[in-house]
């Protein structure tokens, strides 16, 4: 109207009379409309039916109150249905019915001569417009008679709702999300952690104490529930996060509210409260503390946020998923109907349990083959294990080894229930998830992909289409064969090229090359399986019809073989429920680990519900969905219930179905749930790895040295016109006494370095050793203070020496042992894991450095999961407790320093801070993140005024946690595939006397012989060779 308003103000004369009709038709009509009219009609369904006499007359038929209802065409026939405006709706022809594997139900609106259905996934909207087929229109409009019979054509597009803004926006809330899932990822590994430093401290390595075989049984027996119930969490976890970067959709169709109301909860969780406290906090004026200031509040405050509703969500997901199998089990057709009610939740759980102990003691035959040339898409339920079109050629039959002995030692059912296992006449066919959830991946000429086909998921249902109209071609399933193939050539070639770049042997290589060939040949087997059944598919159908399509697709069917009978179930029940609950439980508390006690008891409650009302497992029973309802609670009348409508029923069932269908796929099973049960399950063979090597090996004083390669007529001198280490001499309280007391050596940073090194030195050999490099009687290895400190104190398996100087007794200095056996790794663990994986989620995450302020507050917070116990064993407690020995109770060396090699040079740095006594590491961890978790606590100003560290370049040790102010990097001339090597002691020796000169210290053959650096400059009448010919020649 608008337009033709301003064409007739501007130029009247070129109106038609027509035109001008219809102008003032439409006037008249839209201000007709009353205001109710206006508010029930749709404001784009505008179009009307003409009538014979004239075109742009409306003729409609009216109800009493003037509303219309029924629009008739120009035969008087009745038309499509009218809104409340009399203004004719658009009927599609087409009717859609929404599956459950949707993210969200289609919305269908409906235009003046069009119809569009919009199906969303995040941000991309899939469109489907129905509209009248323009050209029968017009032949209508020319007395076409064959245009009468309305024809409609569908057109599909793809659009997107979504902005840079928003894409921002969500990537913020998905940063934290990341964060708050390493976080819990670095939660379930301390766990298991330090359950693996309590079964030591119970096993009696760490002490005098005998060894407890009922905590350490408990212990064991706690894994299980561990590792499913942390793996379930990260699974959340994982879908938290996808969910937040795709708008909560997961949520809304999980969590039965408006989504008006968890979009607010949402944005006043990611962003409303933390981006209030970050603007109390900036305007109070909260930014004179380094530790405190606003963005630490901010952060902490965000996390935890984010934390609450992820722990809404995990809750959500647990209530949805046991009661969408409780409703699964009250359908189930073996049984009777069951309404829920307390009465019945004995009924509930006899079924979950017979129906669990049935799906996980059973035995079982898996079969996987390929249909060749079907042209019919797969069904549901339907088994293709005797199809005509199934290729039996390559069929991959796996059958475990317990199901083997329970095909063997089972018996014919005799009715009596007495039997332990029973055989069925014929296999049971048992479904499959991928089946149950029907869903589909097509493959065709324009979908197919290089990478997607050879990345595709294993048990994915791939529809592969050979024959027809949209058929992929052979370039391109040729492309597909090679590629598979030569990726595992790839993938096998860069084993071997790995191994050798690590420095196997060339023998060792090929073995290991073999041995990874042997166990992955079933891909191998599988790319030419495929293939076979496409050269069979088009040699056998080269004469069909084109236009019929054919596809491949592979199918994965299971049956049961054996079944246990109900009172083989119950006694399995009640074992697993005493030996993986109870007695664990029980051990637990007994042990003192109150922390892991009660997460063990929630982890329990929580995946023992899961585990026995299990929808995966009621699924493959049912093979369907169908018994989905969303009408589980009958508490309604028949009359109230044949009052709701058969739209709102099948919404109700469409939910249903859709959110069952959504955990099942993406939590209770699937690559996720695999991928973090394998995460957990290979951190618990590497901590399982560490229990081993402490409990066989112990723990030892050291390992006898010579002193053949220390020579004391060559020295290193520096380089003129280059610059050395500032920190060569240290400053002057550092330097090592001299034998004449004329002064104090200008080499103490070497001097340090060697008797860190020296640590690990047996005490036998200890008086050569300290007298080949600092001269006769300077300095001893005082082991009398150190046994009578032990003496009166609970042994640990921390080693330490203490050099006392007599021309000086108010000097001493303690060196530490590092990490030398079994034992000393799991200390490193127990202190230094959370801080490094704290640095592995900070450095995933862009921008990660933001979250440093409050690493610290998480680690401490991981950190309570050690109970009494187990802090009473770390390492640091006793080299603190035997530093402050020393001062306070004999107040003895007053310029007392630590010093350590590795875990050594850690636990130097913890002790030195603690004591406020100066400590110098070499290539010990640092302590910044740590240092919270420590008892007592460090702080920042006391690590920057008493630590100093020696870090090597590449090597990897001192880059855990955060280091100091005062370090001292030096150079590492190892190879680059051997950064290891820079953790070497004596390399870093090496290095710092090249750099800084050896002064009137001895130097070591090792530097040339075996760590790449110059000979050593000849002071006397040997040469080097003559000098290290032992070891030139070893």
């Known amino acids: 109207v608008s337009a033709l308003l301003n064409r007739l103000r501007k130029a009247p004369f070129l109106f038609s009379a027509v035109e001008i009709r219809c102008l003032f038709i439409s006037i008249a009509k839209t201000s007709g409309s009353n205001a109710a009219d206006r508010r029930g009609a749709t404001p784009f369904n505008i179009e009307s039916k003409m009538s014979e006499e004239d075109p742009l007359i409306i003729d409609e038929t009216k109800d009493d109150n003037g509303h219309g209802t029924i629009t008739n065409d ?112 670095i939660f379930a590994l301390q766990v298991l952690l330090f359950l693996f430093v309590s079964l030591v401290t119970e096993g009696g390595l760490t002490s005098k104490q005998s060894l407890n075989y009922g905590h350490l049984f408990g212990s064991v027996l706690s894994i299980p529930i561990f590792v499913y119930g942390l793996a379930s969490a990260l699974t959340m976890a994982t879908e938290f996060v996808v969910d937040t970067w795709q708008g909560h959709s997961f949520f809304r169709s999980v969590l039965r509210i408006p989504p008006v109301i968890i979009d607010w909860a949402a944005f006043l969780a990611f962003l409303g409260i933390p981006l209030s406290v970050m603007l109390f906090h900036m305007w109070t004026g909260d930014n004179t503390s380094t530790e405190t200031g606003w963005w630490e509040s901010t952060a902490m405050v965000w996390f935890g946020s984010i934390a609450i509703a992820f722990a809404i969500f995990c809750f959500v997901v647990f209530v949805v998923e046991v009661w969408g199998a409780m409703e699964l089990l009250s359908h189930h057709p073996d049984y009777e109907l069951l309404d829920f009610g307390l009465g019945n939740i004995g009924k ?70 007495r039997q332990f296992f029973t055989e069925y006449e014929t296999p049971k066919r048992q479904f499959n998830i991928e089946d149950v959830l029907d869903r589909e991946v097509f493959v065709t000429d324009a979908t197919w992909n290089l990478e997607k086909f050879y990345c595709r998921r294993s048990k994915a249902r791939t529809v592969l289409v050979v024959n027809g109209p949209s058929k992929v071609y052979p370039r391109q399933m040729w492309s597909s064969l090679i590629c598979a193939a030569l990726g595992t050539v790839l993938t096998v070639l860069f084993v071997a090229a790995f191994l050798r770049w690590g420095g196997a042997s060339i023998p060792l290589v090929i073995i290991l090359t073999v041995l990874f060939i042997y166990f992955n040949r079933e891909s191998a087997r599988q790319i030419y399986s495929l293939y076979d059944s496409y050269r069979d598919t088009i040699s056998n159908n080269a004469t069909d019809d084109p236009n019929d399509s054919e596809a491949i697709y592979q199918v994965t069917e299971t049956h049961r073989l054996t079944r246990p009978s109900n009172l083989t179930c119950w006694v399995l029940f009640g074992c697993e429920l005493f030996f993986l609950f109870v007695f664990p439980l029980w051990m637990l508390y007994d042990v003192g680990n109150n922390a892991i006690a009660v997460l063990f008891l929630i982890l329990g409650a929580f995946s023992g519900c899961r585990y026995y009302f299990n929808a995966p497992v009621v699924l493959t029973e049912l093979g369907s969905l169908d018994l989905l309802d969303g009408d589980f609670i009958r508490t309604k009348s028949v009359a109230e219930k044949n009052e709701e409508t058969a739209a709102i029923a099948a919404e109700n069932d469409w939910r249903e179905k859709n959110r069952l269908a959504k955990i099942v796929g993406h939590i209770s099973q699937g690559s996720r749930r695999d991928a973090w049960v394998g995460v957990i399950g290979t951190f618990v063979m590497i901590f399982l790895f560490l229990f081993l090597s402490a409990f066989a090996g112990g723990s030892n004083s050291g390992a006898e040295q010579t002193t053949d390669n220390i020579l004391k007529d060559f020295r290193y001198v520096p380089q003129n016109g280059t610059f050395h280490y500032p920190t060569c001499a240290l400053t002057e309280d550092f330097a090592i006494p001299e034998a004449d007391r004329s002064g104090t050596s200008s080499s103490a940073l070497a001097d340090y370095a060697y008797m860190a090194s020296i640590a690990y030195t047996a005490p036998e050999s200890m008086p050569s050793v300290l007298d080949a490099w600092f001269g006769e009687d300077v300095v001893f290895d005082n082991t009398e203070l150190v046994e009578e400190f032990r003496s009166g104190r609970e042994e640990s398996a921390v080693h330490f020496k203490l050099l006392t100087f007599p021309n000086n007794p108010d000097f001493a200095v303690v060196s530490i042992r590092g990490t030398n056996n079994g034992w000393d790794m799991i200390s490193d663990a127990q202190l230094w894991s959370a801080s490094v994986l704290a640095q592995a989620v900070r450095a995933l995450l862009p921008v990660g450095e933001v979250w440093d302020p409050i690493l610290v507050n998480l680690v401490e917070m991981i950190g309570i999961l050690q109970s009494a116990s187990l802090r009473k064993v770390a390492f640091y407690v006793s080299t603190s407790a035997f530093v402050e020995w020393l ?56 690590l920057n005024k008493y630590t100093f560290n020696i870090i090597p370049d590449r090597d990897p040790v001192p880059m855990i946690d955060d280091p100091a102010k005062n370090v001292q990097h030096i150079a590492c001339l190892a190879p680059a595939n051997n950064f290891i090597d820079c953790h070497t002691s004596i390399r870093s020796l090496c290095d710092i006397q090249y750099t800084c000169g050896s002064g009137d210290r001895p130097t070591l053959c090792d530097c040339a012989l075996y760590y790449g650096y110059p000979e050593p400059e000849a002071i006397g009448d040997r040469t080097f060779q003559e000098a290290c010919g032992v070891k030139d020649e070893l």
Do not use: W
């Not at 409609?152 to 969500?170: E, I, M, N, Y």
């Not at 005509?388 to 063997?408: G, N, P, T």
């Not at 004999?890 to 006594?917: C, D, E, N, W, Y």
């Open 74 to 185: 120009a035969n008087g026939q009745d038309g499509a249905v009218t809104n409340g405006a009399g203004k004719k709706l658009f009927a599609p022809s087409a009717s859609f019915v929404d599956h459950y594997s949707l993210e969200a139900p289609s919305d269908e609106i409906k235009f003046r001569s069009q119809s569009v259905r919009v199906f969303c996934n995040g941000t991309q909207q899939f469109q489907i417009i129905e509209e009248e087929d323009k050209t029968a229109v017009d032949r209508d409009l020319e007395g076409d008679t064959t245009g009468k019979t309305k024809k409609t054509t569908l057109k599909a597009r793809v659009s997107s709702d979504g902005s840079s803004g928003l894409s921002v926006l969500r990537g913020a809330y998905t940063l934290v999300t990341v964060l708050m899932m390493g976080f819990l990822l």
């Open 348 to 417: 509930f759980l006899k079924r979950a349990i017979l129906l669990r102990q049935l799906h996980s003691y059973s035995a079982v035959r898996n079969r996987t083959f390929y249909l060749e040339g079907a042209n019919t898409l797969p069904g549901v339920n339907e088994s293709y294990d005797q199809s005509d079109v199934a290729d039996h050629e390559f069929v991959d039959e796996s059958v475990s080894l317990y199901s083997r002995l329970m095909v063997k030692y089972a018996e014919p059912d005799n009715g009596s229930g």
């Open 887 to 942: 001062r306070d109770e004999k107040k003895v060396f007053p310029s007392l320093r630590i010093t350590g090699h590795s875990l050594g040079g850690g636990l130097a740095m913890i002790s030195g801070a603690q004591t406020q006594t100066p400590a110098v590491g070499l290539s010990g961890p640092n302590t910044i993140i740590t240092r919270k978790t420590l008892e007592p606590p460090v702080t920042v100003e006391n």
